[in-house]
């Protein structure tokens, strides 16, 4: 399992690092979702990992 928050806006950013962001569901800064961890997801993960904090839980 894996943790995710949002840390920082995605305010600026281009639109696919903003439909990532919401395709995760992450809608407010602080907002966290937990994940089962998958290739798709770490890819996911990868691409906005200048937004997010990830933690295993």
Known sequence: MVKVTLIKSPI?????????????GLKKIRSEKTFEDSPTLQGQLKKVAHLVKVENV
């Open 12 to 24: 600026g950013e281009v639109k696919s690092v903003k439909g990532t962001i919401a395709a995760l």
